[in-house]
Protein backbone atom coordinates (compact mmCIF):
# COMPACT_ATOMS: atom_id res chain seq x y z
CA UNK A 1 0.00 0.00 0.00
CA UNK A 2 1.49 3.67 -0.91
CA UNK A 3 2.17 5.96 1.54
CA UNK A 4 0.55 8.37 -0.68
CA UNK A 5 -1.74 8.00 -3.18
CA UNK A 6 -0.39 9.82 -6.67
CA UNK A 7 -1.62 13.15 -8.30
CA UNK A 8 -1.66 13.13 -12.22
CA UNK A 9 0.23 16.14 -13.80
CA UNK A 10 -2.19 18.38 -14.68
CA UNK A 11 -0.95 20.33 -18.25
CA UNK A 12 -1.46 24.07 -18.46
CA UNK A 13 -2.37 23.45 -22.24
CA UNK A 14 -5.10 21.22 -21.18
CA UNK A 15 -7.14 23.70 -18.71
CA UNK A 16 -8.20 27.14 -21.26
CA UNK A 17 -9.53 30.08 -18.82
CA UNK A 18 -12.12 31.94 -19.46
CA UNK A 19 -12.70 33.44 -16.37
CA UNK A 20 -13.34 37.35 -16.58
CA UNK A 21 -11.24 38.05 -13.92
CA UNK A 22 -8.36 35.13 -14.32
CA UNK A 23 -9.25 35.63 -18.58
CA UNK A 24 -8.72 39.26 -17.81
CA UNK A 25 -5.14 38.59 -16.14
CA UNK A 26 -4.04 36.36 -18.65
CA UNK A 27 -4.95 38.44 -21.42
CA UNK A 28 -2.93 41.44 -19.92
CA UNK A 29 0.13 39.08 -19.55
CA UNK A 30 -0.28 38.08 -23.10
CA UNK A 31 -0.52 41.39 -24.43
CA UNK A 32 0.75 43.33 -22.68
CA UNK A 33 3.08 42.03 -19.69
CA UNK A 34 5.18 39.10 -21.95
CA UNK A 35 5.94 42.07 -24.29
CA UNK A 36 6.78 44.82 -21.84
CA UNK A 37 9.00 42.59 -19.88
CA UNK A 38 10.47 41.10 -23.47
CA UNK A 39 11.89 44.83 -23.87
CA UNK A 40 13.31 44.82 -20.29
CA UNK A 41 15.49 41.93 -21.01
CA UNK A 42 16.74 43.37 -24.02
CA UNK A 43 16.79 46.82 -22.38
CA UNK A 44 14.65 48.35 -24.77
CA UNK A 45 12.61 50.21 -22.40
CA UNK A 46 13.34 54.02 -21.71
CA UNK A 47 13.17 54.97 -17.84
CA UNK A 48 13.49 51.01 -16.71
CA UNK A 49 15.85 49.84 -14.79
CA UNK A 50 18.67 48.00 -16.57
CA UNK A 51 18.81 44.39 -17.43
CA UNK A 52 21.38 43.06 -19.91
CA UNK A 53 20.29 39.84 -19.43
CA UNK A 54 19.98 38.56 -23.06
CA UNK A 55 22.85 40.67 -23.74
CA UNK A 56 24.75 38.94 -21.08
CA UNK A 57 23.73 35.66 -23.15
CA UNK A 58 25.03 36.43 -26.07
CA UNK A 59 28.76 38.20 -24.40
CA UNK A 60 28.93 34.33 -22.90
CA UNK A 61 27.90 33.44 -26.69
CA UNK A 62 30.89 35.15 -28.17
CA UNK A 63 27.74 36.60 -30.06
CA UNK A 64 28.11 40.52 -29.12
CA UNK A 65 31.44 42.07 -27.00
CA UNK A 66 30.72 43.57 -23.81
CA UNK A 67 30.74 43.24 -19.96
CA UNK A 68 28.36 41.28 -17.45
CA UNK A 69 25.91 43.22 -15.83
CA UNK A 70 23.63 42.97 -13.16
CA UNK A 71 23.30 40.44 -10.23
CA UNK A 72 25.05 36.99 -10.10
CA UNK A 73 21.34 35.61 -10.83
CA UNK A 74 20.43 37.46 -13.85
CA UNK A 75 19.84 34.51 -15.68
CA UNK A 76 17.18 33.38 -14.03
CA UNK A 77 14.86 36.71 -15.55
CA UNK A 78 15.31 34.98 -18.98
CA UNK A 79 14.25 31.46 -17.61
CA UNK A 80 11.31 32.42 -15.65
CA UNK A 81 10.40 34.92 -18.57
CA UNK A 82 10.45 31.51 -20.99
CA UNK A 83 8.48 29.69 -18.58
CA UNK A 84 5.91 32.08 -18.49
CA UNK A 85 6.41 32.58 -22.51
CA UNK A 86 5.32 28.47 -22.70
CA UNK A 87 2.04 29.04 -21.08
CA UNK A 88 1.30 31.43 -23.00
CA UNK A 89 1.74 29.71 -26.53
CA UNK A 90 -0.81 26.81 -25.11
CA UNK A 91 -3.39 29.93 -24.12
CA UNK A 92 -3.08 31.77 -27.24
CA UNK A 93 -0.75 30.81 -30.54
CA UNK A 94 1.62 33.38 -31.44
CA UNK A 95 4.28 32.74 -34.01
CA UNK A 96 6.56 35.74 -33.99
CA UNK A 97 6.49 35.67 -30.08
CA UNK A 98 7.26 32.09 -30.32
CA UNK A 99 9.87 33.09 -33.18
CA UNK A 100 11.87 35.68 -31.12
CA UNK A 101 12.04 33.32 -28.01
CA UNK A 102 13.63 30.69 -30.16
CA UNK A 103 15.63 33.29 -30.93
CA UNK A 104 16.63 33.76 -27.33
CA UNK A 105 16.93 29.94 -26.55
CA UNK A 106 19.46 30.12 -29.24
CA UNK A 107 21.72 32.58 -27.46
CA UNK A 108 21.34 30.54 -24.24
CA UNK A 109 22.27 27.39 -26.20
CA UNK A 110 25.25 28.89 -27.83
CA UNK A 111 26.65 30.15 -24.51
CA UNK A 112 26.77 26.81 -22.95
CA UNK A 113 30.18 25.29 -22.55
CA UNK A 114 31.49 22.00 -23.71
CA UNK A 115 31.16 20.27 -20.66
CA UNK A 116 27.77 21.53 -19.72
CA UNK A 117 28.20 24.14 -18.03
CA UNK A 118 26.45 27.44 -18.35
CA UNK A 119 26.15 30.76 -16.27
CA UNK A 120 26.81 34.07 -17.48
CA UNK A 121 28.45 35.62 -14.59
CA UNK A 122 31.20 32.85 -14.38
CA UNK A 123 31.80 32.38 -17.95
CA UNK A 124 32.25 36.21 -18.62
CA UNK A 125 33.33 37.34 -15.69
CA UNK A 126 35.36 34.88 -13.31
CA UNK A 127 35.61 31.35 -15.15
CA UNK A 128 38.17 30.66 -12.60
CA UNK A 129 35.93 30.51 -9.25
CA UNK A 130 33.08 28.44 -10.93
CA UNK A 131 31.18 26.14 -8.30
CA UNK A 132 33.51 27.90 -5.77
CA UNK A 133 31.08 29.92 -3.76
CA UNK A 134 27.47 27.93 -3.71
CA UNK A 135 26.33 30.13 -0.70
CA UNK A 136 25.69 33.29 -2.63
CA UNK A 137 26.43 32.32 -6.26
CA UNK A 138 23.33 31.21 -7.26
CA UNK A 139 24.46 28.73 -9.71
CA UNK A 140 22.32 25.71 -8.81
CA UNK A 141 19.30 28.31 -8.54
CA UNK A 142 19.97 29.77 -12.11
CA UNK A 143 20.26 25.85 -13.24
CA UNK A 144 16.71 25.29 -11.50
CA UNK A 145 14.93 27.86 -13.36
CA UNK A 146 16.27 26.50 -16.58
CA UNK A 147 14.86 23.24 -15.68
CA UNK A 148 11.93 25.01 -15.17
CA UNK A 149 11.40 26.81 -18.20
CA UNK A 150 13.15 23.75 -20.65
CA UNK A 151 10.36 21.49 -19.06
CA UNK A 152 7.60 23.89 -19.75
CA UNK A 153 8.82 25.01 -23.03
CA UNK A 154 8.92 21.40 -24.12
CA UNK A 155 5.59 20.44 -22.72
CA UNK A 156 3.79 23.21 -24.13
CA UNK A 157 5.36 23.66 -27.66
CA UNK A 158 7.00 19.94 -27.94
CA UNK A 159 10.19 22.25 -28.95
CA UNK A 160 13.54 20.31 -27.17
CA UNK A 161 16.57 22.45 -28.08
CA UNK A 162 15.66 24.19 -24.39
CA UNK A 163 15.56 20.92 -22.65
CA UNK A 164 18.31 19.25 -24.43
CA UNK A 165 20.46 22.61 -22.91
CA UNK A 166 19.13 21.62 -19.52
CA UNK A 167 19.82 18.14 -19.62
CA UNK A 168 23.44 18.63 -20.65
CA UNK A 169 23.47 20.99 -17.38
CA UNK A 170 22.23 18.77 -15.13
CA UNK A 171 24.44 15.89 -16.51
CA UNK A 172 27.14 18.24 -15.46
CA UNK A 173 25.71 18.93 -12.25
CA UNK A 174 24.79 15.27 -11.61
CA UNK A 175 28.75 14.40 -12.87
CA UNK A 176 29.78 16.87 -10.10
CA UNK A 177 28.06 16.73 -6.94
CA UNK A 178 26.41 13.68 -5.37
CA UNK A 179 26.96 10.77 -2.92
CA UNK A 180 30.78 10.18 -3.31
CA UNK A 181 31.41 13.35 -5.28
CA UNK A 182 31.76 16.51 -4.46
CA UNK A 183 29.54 17.32 -1.33
CA UNK A 184 27.24 20.96 -1.88
CA UNK A 185 24.18 22.58 -1.24
CA UNK A 186 22.57 25.43 -2.99
CA UNK A 187 22.64 28.46 -0.73
CA UNK A 188 19.50 29.43 -2.95
CA UNK A 189 17.58 26.25 -2.62
CA UNK A 190 15.12 26.11 -6.55
CA UNK A 191 17.73 23.78 -8.07
CA UNK A 192 15.34 20.89 -6.21
CA UNK A 193 12.13 21.83 -8.00
CA UNK A 194 13.78 22.18 -11.51
CA UNK A 195 15.35 19.20 -11.88
CA UNK A 196 12.36 17.14 -10.11
CA UNK A 197 10.64 19.17 -13.21
CA UNK A 198 13.58 17.05 -15.43
CA UNK A 199 12.60 13.83 -14.15
CA UNK A 200 9.28 14.12 -14.96
CA UNK A 201 9.83 15.30 -18.46
CA UNK A 202 12.45 12.41 -19.09
CA UNK A 203 11.60 9.80 -16.70
CA UNK A 204 15.56 9.76 -15.91
CA UNK A 205 15.84 9.06 -12.37
CA UNK A 206 19.10 10.12 -11.28
CA UNK A 207 17.42 13.74 -11.12
CA UNK A 208 15.06 12.83 -8.68
CA UNK A 209 17.77 10.92 -6.99
CA UNK A 210 19.87 14.65 -7.18
CA UNK A 211 17.00 16.88 -6.11
CA UNK A 212 16.59 14.25 -3.14
CA UNK A 213 20.50 14.59 -2.66
CA UNK A 214 20.17 18.08 -2.12
CA UNK A 215 17.16 18.15 0.12
CA UNK A 216 18.68 15.61 2.50
CA UNK A 217 22.18 16.91 2.63
CA UNK A 218 21.00 20.31 3.97
CA UNK A 219 22.20 20.48 7.49
CA UNK A 220 23.79 17.43 8.04
CA UNK A 221 26.65 19.98 8.02
CA UNK A 222 25.48 23.21 9.62
CA UNK A 223 28.77 24.62 8.82
CA UNK A 224 29.37 23.93 5.29
CA UNK A 225 29.03 27.74 4.02
CA UNK A 226 31.68 28.64 6.69
CA UNK A 227 34.12 25.89 5.35
CA UNK A 228 33.34 27.08 1.66
CA UNK A 229 34.26 30.40 2.36
CA UNK A 230 37.37 29.55 4.36
CA UNK A 231 38.57 27.37 1.72
CA UNK A 232 37.53 30.04 -1.26
CA UNK A 233 38.99 32.81 0.60
CA UNK A 234 36.95 35.45 -1.45
CA UNK A 235 33.56 36.49 -1.23
CA UNK A 236 30.72 38.22 -3.52
CA UNK A 237 27.80 40.39 -1.27
CA UNK A 238 29.12 39.27 1.99
CA UNK A 239 26.14 37.29 3.07
CA UNK A 240 26.72 35.69 6.50
CA UNK A 241 27.97 32.02 6.49
CA UNK A 242 27.42 32.05 10.42
CA UNK A 243 23.75 32.44 9.61
CA UNK A 244 22.59 29.48 9.13
CA UNK A 245 19.39 30.02 9.91
CA UNK A 246 19.17 32.26 7.04
CA UNK A 247 20.54 29.42 4.51
CA UNK A 248 18.21 26.43 6.28
CA UNK A 249 21.26 24.83 6.95
CA UNK A 250 21.21 25.16 10.83
CA UNK A 251 19.40 21.41 11.31
CA UNK A 252 18.68 18.53 8.47
CA UNK A 253 15.59 19.04 7.16
CA UNK A 254 13.26 16.02 9.45
CA UNK A 255 14.37 18.30 12.11
CA UNK A 256 13.35 21.73 11.15
CA UNK A 257 10.23 22.74 12.55
CA UNK A 258 9.63 26.55 12.29
CA UNK A 259 10.22 28.45 9.34
CA UNK A 260 13.41 30.56 9.55
CA UNK A 261 16.10 32.58 7.00
CA UNK A 262 15.36 33.98 3.95
CA UNK A 263 11.54 33.43 2.79
CA UNK A 264 12.32 32.53 -1.07
CA UNK A 265 15.11 30.05 0.18
CA UNK A 266 12.98 28.20 3.09
CA UNK A 267 9.43 28.15 1.18
CA UNK A 268 11.16 27.03 -2.05
CA UNK A 269 12.94 24.58 -0.04
CA UNK A 270 10.07 23.22 1.74
CA UNK A 271 7.97 22.85 -1.62
CA UNK A 272 10.84 20.73 -3.07
CA UNK A 273 10.79 18.40 0.06
CA UNK A 274 7.11 18.07 -0.68
CA UNK A 275 7.36 17.24 -4.15
CA UNK A 276 9.32 14.57 -3.19
CA UNK A 277 8.00 13.28 0.16
CA UNK A 278 5.03 12.25 -2.94
CA UNK A 279 7.26 10.79 -4.79
CA UNK A 280 9.38 8.89 -2.73
CA UNK A 281 6.41 7.80 -0.27
CA UNK A 282 8.50 9.95 2.51
CA UNK A 283 6.32 9.95 5.34
CA UNK A 284 8.44 11.74 7.83
CA UNK A 285 9.26 14.48 4.97
CA UNK A 286 5.81 14.96 4.73
CA UNK A 287 5.60 15.48 8.41
CA UNK A 288 8.63 18.11 8.34
CA UNK A 289 6.97 19.81 5.78
CA UNK A 290 3.65 20.13 7.16
CA UNK A 291 5.18 20.95 10.75
CA UNK A 292 6.70 24.15 8.74
CA UNK A 293 3.66 24.98 7.05
CA UNK A 294 1.33 24.92 10.29
CA UNK A 295 4.42 27.25 11.66
CA UNK A 296 3.84 29.78 9.12
CA UNK A 297 0.35 30.29 8.77
CA UNK A 298 -0.18 30.16 12.38
CA UNK A 299 2.47 32.64 13.50
CA UNK A 300 4.52 34.16 10.60
CA UNK A 301 1.97 35.17 7.83
CA UNK A 302 0.20 38.19 7.19
CA UNK A 303 -3.26 38.23 6.37
CA UNK A 304 -2.28 38.70 2.88
CA UNK A 305 -0.58 35.86 2.80
CA UNK A 306 2.71 37.61 2.59
CA UNK A 307 5.51 35.92 4.20
CA UNK A 308 9.07 37.92 5.63
CA UNK A 309 8.88 40.41 8.37
CA UNK A 310 11.91 42.12 7.85
CA UNK A 311 14.58 43.45 5.11
CA UNK A 312 17.38 42.25 6.53
CA UNK A 313 18.09 39.15 5.00
CA UNK A 314 14.18 39.40 3.42
CA UNK A 315 13.51 36.90 6.37
CA UNK A 316 11.35 35.30 8.64
CA UNK A 317 11.65 36.59 12.47
CA UNK A 318 10.04 35.42 15.73
CA UNK A 319 6.32 34.45 15.93
CA UNK A 320 3.97 36.81 15.80
CA UNK A 321 6.31 39.80 14.40
CA UNK A 322 4.29 41.06 11.88
CA UNK A 323 4.78 44.76 11.24
CA UNK A 324 3.00 46.15 8.71
CA UNK A 325 4.79 49.21 7.66
CA UNK A 326 8.00 47.84 7.25
CA UNK A 327 6.85 44.40 6.20
CA UNK A 328 8.83 42.70 3.39
CA UNK A 329 6.77 40.31 1.81
CA UNK A 330 8.30 39.59 -1.15
CA UNK A 331 6.10 39.11 -4.18
CA UNK A 332 8.72 35.98 -4.52
CA UNK A 333 7.53 34.73 -1.74
CA UNK A 334 4.11 34.64 -1.87
CA UNK A 335 4.47 32.45 -5.55
CA UNK A 336 6.42 29.87 -3.31
CA UNK A 337 3.89 29.94 -0.67
CA UNK A 338 1.04 29.15 -3.85
CA UNK A 339 3.86 26.33 -4.91
CA UNK A 340 4.06 24.90 -1.73
CA UNK A 341 0.53 24.86 -0.90
CA UNK A 342 -0.21 22.85 -4.59
CA UNK A 343 2.37 20.17 -3.36
CA UNK A 344 0.43 20.04 -0.18
CA UNK A 345 -2.36 19.58 -1.80
CA UNK A 346 -1.06 17.17 -4.14
CA UNK A 347 -0.10 14.96 -1.10
CA UNK A 348 -2.59 15.58 1.61
CA UNK A 349 -6.08 17.09 -0.06
CA UNK A 350 -7.09 19.50 2.65
CA UNK A 351 -9.08 22.53 2.02
CA UNK A 352 -6.99 24.55 4.04
CA UNK A 353 -4.31 24.17 1.95
CA UNK A 354 -6.62 25.66 -0.90
CA UNK A 355 -7.54 28.53 1.48
CA UNK A 356 -4.26 29.48 1.56
CA UNK A 357 -3.39 29.27 -1.81
CA UNK A 358 -6.55 31.10 -3.01
CA UNK A 359 -5.57 34.08 -0.44
CA UNK A 360 -2.18 33.78 -1.74
CA UNK A 361 -3.30 34.13 -5.65
CA UNK A 362 -5.72 37.32 -4.79
CA UNK A 363 -3.79 39.40 -2.22
CA UNK A 364 -0.42 38.52 -1.33
CA UNK A 365 0.77 37.43 -5.36
CA UNK A 366 -2.02 39.61 -7.25
CA UNK A 367 -0.77 42.91 -5.59
CA UNK A 368 2.49 42.91 -7.34
CA UNK A 369 1.74 43.76 -10.01
CA UNK A 370 0.44 47.11 -11.21
CA UNK A 371 -2.89 46.77 -12.64
CA UNK A 372 -1.69 47.85 -16.42
CA UNK A 373 1.15 44.93 -16.20
CA UNK A 374 3.38 47.90 -16.32
CA UNK A 375 5.27 48.10 -12.52
CA UNK A 376 5.95 45.72 -9.85
CA UNK A 377 6.29 45.85 -5.91
CA UNK A 378 9.30 43.57 -4.89
CA UNK A 379 8.31 44.51 -0.65
CA UNK A 380 4.39 44.11 -0.11
CA UNK A 381 3.65 46.36 2.64
CA UNK A 382 0.12 46.41 4.40
CA UNK A 383 1.16 50.12 5.57
CA UNK A 384 2.90 53.08 3.63
CA UNK A 385 2.84 56.23 5.01
CA UNK A 386 3.20 59.70 2.57
CA UNK A 387 6.87 60.96 2.66
CA UNK A 388 8.17 58.34 5.12
CA UNK A 389 7.51 54.65 3.02
CA UNK A 390 10.69 54.48 0.98
CA UNK A 391 12.35 57.65 2.11
CA UNK A 392 12.93 57.74 5.72
CA UNK A 393 15.78 55.13 7.23
CA UNK A 394 14.31 51.78 7.80
CA UNK A 395 11.81 52.45 5.48
CA UNK A 396 13.96 52.48 2.35
CA UNK A 397 12.20 48.99 1.04
CA UNK A 398 8.77 50.21 0.87
CA UNK A 399 7.68 51.72 -1.71
CA UNK A 400 4.88 53.76 -2.08
CA UNK A 401 4.53 53.33 -5.96
CA UNK A 402 5.44 50.29 -8.55
CA UNK A 403 8.74 50.34 -10.46
CA UNK A 404 9.28 49.41 -13.87
CA UNK A 405 11.61 47.53 -12.74
CA UNK A 406 14.45 46.62 -10.51
CA UNK A 407 17.96 45.96 -10.34
CA UNK A 408 17.03 42.38 -8.12
CA UNK A 409 14.02 41.58 -10.98
CA UNK A 410 13.64 38.45 -9.69
CA UNK A 411 9.25 39.12 -8.54
CA UNK A 412 8.16 40.38 -12.44
CA UNK A 413 8.89 37.00 -14.27
CA UNK A 414 7.87 34.82 -11.66
CA UNK A 415 4.18 36.81 -11.57
CA UNK A 416 3.93 36.19 -15.11
CA UNK A 417 5.00 32.05 -15.40
CA UNK A 418 2.30 31.91 -12.18
CA UNK A 419 -0.47 33.73 -13.89
CA UNK A 420 -0.12 32.08 -16.95
CA UNK A 421 0.04 28.73 -15.30
CA UNK A 422 -2.36 29.43 -12.97
CA UNK A 423 -4.70 26.40 -14.69
CA UNK A 424 -2.30 23.66 -13.29
CA UNK A 425 -3.39 25.01 -9.74
CA UNK A 426 -6.96 24.24 -10.53
CA UNK A 427 -6.86 20.65 -9.94
CA UNK A 428 -5.78 17.47 -8.34
CA UNK A 429 -6.20 14.04 -9.99
CA UNK A 430 -5.63 11.08 -7.89
CA UNK A 431 -6.85 7.58 -8.74
CA UNK A 432 -10.96 8.13 -9.03
CA UNK A 433 -11.15 11.03 -7.29
CA UNK A 434 -11.19 15.11 -9.09
CA UNK A 435 -10.26 17.37 -6.33
CA UNK A 436 -11.40 20.99 -7.55
CA UNK A 437 -9.70 23.94 -5.32
CA UNK A 438 -10.26 27.12 -6.68
CA UNK A 439 -13.30 28.22 -8.30
CA UNK A 440 -12.11 29.82 -12.22
CA UNK A 441 -13.89 29.81 -15.12
CA UNK A 442 -12.63 27.20 -17.69
CA UNK A 443 -12.65 23.85 -19.26
CA UNK A 444 -10.65 21.52 -18.31
CA UNK A 445 -9.42 18.64 -20.22
CA UNK A 446 -8.74 16.16 -17.02
CA UNK A 447 -8.29 12.04 -17.41
CA UNK A 448 -12.12 10.60 -16.65
CA UNK A 449 -13.92 14.22 -17.71
CA UNK A 450 -14.45 17.16 -19.24
CA UNK A 451 -15.48 19.62 -17.43
CA UNK A 452 -16.88 22.90 -18.14
CA UNK A 453 -16.71 25.71 -14.89
CA UNK A 454 -18.76 28.54 -14.61
CA UNK A 455 -17.74 31.02 -11.88
CA UNK A 456 -18.34 34.59 -10.62
CA UNK A 457 -15.78 34.63 -7.83
CA UNK A 458 -14.35 36.48 -6.80
CA UNK A 459 -17.18 38.99 -6.20
CA UNK A 460 -20.17 36.33 -6.21
CA UNK A 461 -20.33 33.06 -4.94
CA UNK A 462 -21.99 31.17 -7.93
CA UNK A 463 -20.54 28.26 -9.27
CA UNK A 464 -21.58 25.74 -12.18
CA UNK A 465 -19.54 22.52 -13.14
CA UNK A 466 -20.88 21.27 -16.33
CA UNK A 467 -19.73 17.78 -16.54
CA UNK A 468 -18.88 15.48 -19.63
CA UNK A 469 -17.70 12.22 -18.32
CA UNK A 470 -15.30 9.83 -20.43
CA UNK A 471 -16.27 6.62 -18.47
CA UNK A 472 -18.61 4.63 -17.67
CA UNK A 473 -17.31 3.87 -14.06
CA UNK A 474 -17.75 5.66 -10.91
CA UNK A 475 -15.80 8.02 -10.22
CA UNK A 476 -15.65 11.27 -7.19
CA UNK A 477 -15.98 14.92 -7.71
CA UNK A 478 -14.16 16.66 -4.58
CA UNK A 479 -15.44 19.93 -4.02
CA UNK A 480 -13.59 22.77 -1.83
CA UNK A 481 -15.45 24.29 0.58
CA UNK A 482 -13.48 27.49 1.18
CA UNK A 483 -13.34 28.82 4.43
CA UNK A 484 -14.89 32.13 3.72
CA UNK A 485 -18.53 30.53 2.53
CA UNK A 486 -21.35 30.78 3.82
CA UNK A 487 -25.16 29.07 3.22
CA UNK A 488 -22.81 26.42 1.06
CA UNK A 489 -25.55 24.77 -1.00
CA UNK A 490 -24.84 21.89 -3.88
CA UNK A 491 -27.34 21.27 -6.61
CA UNK A 492 -27.45 18.37 -8.58
CA UNK A 493 -28.68 18.15 -12.10
CA UNK A 494 -31.78 20.13 -10.59
CA UNK A 495 -31.78 18.15 -6.93
CA UNK A 496 -30.35 19.38 -3.85
CA UNK A 497 -27.66 17.12 -2.40
CA UNK A 498 -27.54 16.56 1.40
CA UNK A 499 -23.60 17.12 1.68
CA UNK A 500 -22.93 16.90 5.32
CA UNK A 501 -22.20 12.90 5.64
CA UNK A 502 -19.63 13.57 2.39
CA UNK A 503 -17.23 15.90 4.17
CA UNK A 504 -13.66 15.42 4.80
CA UNK A 505 -10.95 17.84 5.39
CA UNK A 506 -13.19 20.38 4.10
CA UNK A 507 -14.60 19.06 0.45
CA UNK A 508 -17.45 17.05 -0.45
CA UNK A 509 -16.59 14.01 -2.10
CA UNK A 510 -19.40 12.99 -4.35
CA UNK A 511 -19.36 9.81 -5.87
CA UNK A 512 -21.41 8.60 -8.83
CA UNK A 513 -21.72 7.27 -12.42
CA UNK A 514 -21.33 10.25 -14.02
CA UNK A 515 -22.45 11.46 -17.23
CA UNK A 516 -23.47 14.52 -18.94
CA UNK A 517 -24.08 16.29 -15.06
CA UNK A 518 -24.52 19.94 -14.32
CA UNK A 519 -23.47 20.45 -10.43
CA UNK A 520 -24.45 24.05 -9.05
CA UNK A 521 -22.59 25.76 -6.14
CA UNK A 522 -24.20 28.78 -3.96
CA UNK A 523 -22.40 30.44 -0.79
CA UNK A 524 -22.67 33.89 0.27
CA UNK A 525 -19.88 36.21 0.59
CA UNK A 526 -20.63 38.34 3.33
CA UNK A 527 -18.05 40.91 4.90
CA UNK A 528 -16.11 39.65 7.58
CA UNK A 529 -14.08 41.94 10.32
CA UNK A 530 -10.77 40.06 10.98
CA UNK A 531 -9.12 40.53 13.92
CA UNK A 532 -4.91 39.04 14.57
CA UNK A 533 -4.36 37.27 17.25
CA UNK A 534 -3.67 39.49 20.79
CA UNK A 535 0.77 38.67 20.48
CA UNK A 536 0.98 40.70 16.70
CA UNK A 537 1.85 44.30 18.51
CA UNK A 538 1.13 45.71 15.09
CA UNK A 539 -2.38 45.10 15.08
CA UNK A 540 -3.64 45.15 18.73
CA UNK A 541 -6.68 47.44 18.61
CA UNK A 542 -7.03 46.88 15.09
CA UNK A 543 -9.44 45.06 12.56
CA UNK A 544 -9.35 44.40 8.87
CA UNK A 545 -11.78 43.91 6.72
CA UNK A 546 -12.37 40.68 4.16
CA UNK A 547 -14.99 39.44 1.62
CA UNK A 548 -14.57 36.23 -0.07
CA UNK A 549 -10.99 35.53 -1.12
CA UNK A 550 -10.27 39.23 -1.00
CA UNK A 551 -8.32 40.86 1.73
CA UNK A 552 -9.13 45.03 1.56
CA UNK A 553 -7.33 47.98 2.42
CA UNK A 554 -8.06 51.52 2.90
CA UNK A 555 -6.35 54.05 0.50
CA UNK A 556 -6.24 58.13 1.52
CA UNK A 557 -6.96 58.24 -2.95
CA UNK A 558 -10.86 57.77 -0.97
CA UNK A 559 -10.40 59.41 1.79
CA UNK A 560 -10.08 63.17 2.80
CA UNK A 561 -7.81 62.82 5.24
CA UNK A 562 -4.73 60.91 6.80
CA UNK A 563 -5.79 57.48 7.68
CA UNK A 564 -4.15 57.53 10.70
CA UNK A 565 -6.87 59.84 11.74
CA UNK A 566 -9.95 57.46 11.53
CA UNK A 567 -11.03 54.94 13.53
CA UNK A 568 -13.55 52.07 13.11
CA UNK A 569 -16.80 51.78 15.34
CA UNK A 570 -16.90 48.14 16.63
CA UNK A 571 -20.41 47.67 16.02
CA UNK A 572 -19.98 48.83 12.41
CA UNK A 573 -21.64 47.07 9.08
CA UNK A 574 -19.94 47.86 5.83
CA UNK A 575 -21.80 47.58 2.50
CA UNK A 576 -20.56 46.52 -1.12
CA UNK A 577 -20.43 48.64 -4.03
CA UNK A 578 -19.55 48.33 -7.71
CA UNK A 579 -16.75 51.48 -8.70
CA UNK A 580 -18.24 52.20 -11.45
CA UNK A 581 -15.01 54.42 -13.22
CA UNK A 582 -11.29 54.53 -13.20
CA UNK A 583 -8.86 52.07 -13.12
CA UNK A 584 -10.80 50.54 -10.39
CA UNK A 585 -13.54 49.79 -12.73
CA UNK A 586 -16.06 46.73 -12.03
CA UNK A 587 -13.99 46.13 -8.47
CA UNK A 588 -16.47 45.60 -5.50
CA UNK A 589 -15.49 48.15 -2.90
CA UNK A 590 -16.73 48.01 1.01
CA UNK A 591 -18.54 51.38 2.34
CA UNK A 592 -17.06 51.43 5.90
CA UNK A 593 -18.63 53.92 8.47
CA UNK A 594 -16.30 55.27 10.46
CA UNK A 595 -14.87 58.38 12.72
CA UNK A 596 -12.50 61.01 12.01
CA UNK A 597 -10.27 62.47 14.81
CA UNK A 598 -10.49 66.17 14.68
CA UNK A 599 -7.13 67.80 14.57
CA UNK A 600 -5.37 69.97 16.41
CA UNK A 601 -2.16 72.72 17.10
CA UNK A 602 -1.07 71.25 20.08
CA UNK A 603 1.35 68.08 19.91
CA UNK A 604 0.25 66.92 22.97
CA UNK A 605 -3.27 67.14 24.74
CA UNK A 606 -5.16 65.48 28.30
CA UNK A 607 -8.09 64.88 26.44
CA UNK A 608 -9.33 62.67 23.63
CA UNK A 609 -9.73 64.51 20.15
CA UNK A 610 -12.94 65.23 19.09
CA UNK A 611 -14.46 63.22 16.52
CA UNK A 612 -16.95 63.11 13.24
CA UNK A 613 -18.76 60.31 11.48
CA UNK A 614 -17.36 59.65 7.98
CA UNK A 615 -18.20 57.45 5.52
CA UNK A 616 -14.51 55.32 4.27
CA UNK A 617 -14.19 53.43 1.18
CA UNK A 618 -12.20 50.13 1.35
CA UNK A 619 -10.41 48.67 -1.93
CA UNK A 620 -9.06 45.36 -2.98
CA UNK A 621 -5.72 44.95 -1.52
CA UNK A 622 -3.97 43.84 -5.05
CA UNK A 623 -5.46 47.11 -6.38
CA UNK A 624 -3.73 49.78 -4.41
CA UNK A 625 -0.88 52.05 -5.10
CA UNK A 626 -2.39 52.18 -8.68
CA UNK A 627 -3.66 56.19 -8.24
CA UNK A 628 -2.12 59.53 -6.79
CA UNK A 629 0.08 59.01 -3.87
CA UNK A 630 -0.80 59.06 -0.34
CA UNK A 631 -1.36 56.73 2.73
CA UNK A 632 -2.27 52.81 2.82
CA UNK A 633 -3.65 50.58 5.47
CA UNK A 634 -4.97 47.08 5.95
CA UNK A 635 -5.47 46.96 9.65
CA UNK A 636 -7.47 50.53 11.01
CA UNK A 637 -7.67 51.12 14.22
CA UNK A 638 -11.28 50.02 16.13
CA UNK A 639 -12.94 52.26 18.63
Not at 94 to 107: G, Q
Not at 250 to 277: F, I, N, S, W
Not at 598 to 616: G, I, K
Amino acid sequence: MRAFIPARRVKVKNIKITDGFWGDIQNLIIKEVIPYQEKILKDEVAGAEKSHAIENFKIAAGISNGEFYGTVFQDSDVSKWIEGVAYSLSVKSDPELEARTDKIISYIKAAQQEDGYLNTYFIIKEPEHKWQNLHECHELYCAGHLFEAAAAYYEETGKRELLDVAIRLADHIDRRFGVDKISGIPGHPEVEIGLMKLYFITGNEKYKKLASYFVEQRGQDPDFFIKEKQNRGWTLFHMDPYDRENAQCHKPVREQDEAAGHCVRAVYLYTAMAGLAMETEDVSLYEACKKLWNNIIRKKMYITGGIGSTARGEAFTQAYDLPNDTAYAETCASVAMVMFAKQMLDLDPDASYADIMERELYNGVMGGMQLDGKGFFYVNPLETVHGISGDHFGFEHVLPRRPKWYACACCPPNLVRLFMSVGKYIWTEKKEIIYSHLFISQTAELEKAEIQVESKLPWDGDVTFKIASKTEEKWTLAIRIPDYAEGFKVICNGGEVKYKSMISKGYIYLERKWKEDILEIHFSLNIKKVYANPQVRADAGCVAFVRGPIVYCFEQADQRESLQKYRIPQDVQAETMICKEGILKDLVLLKVPGMCLEESDDLYMTQMPQASNVLLTAIPYFSWGNRTKGDMRVWMPEK
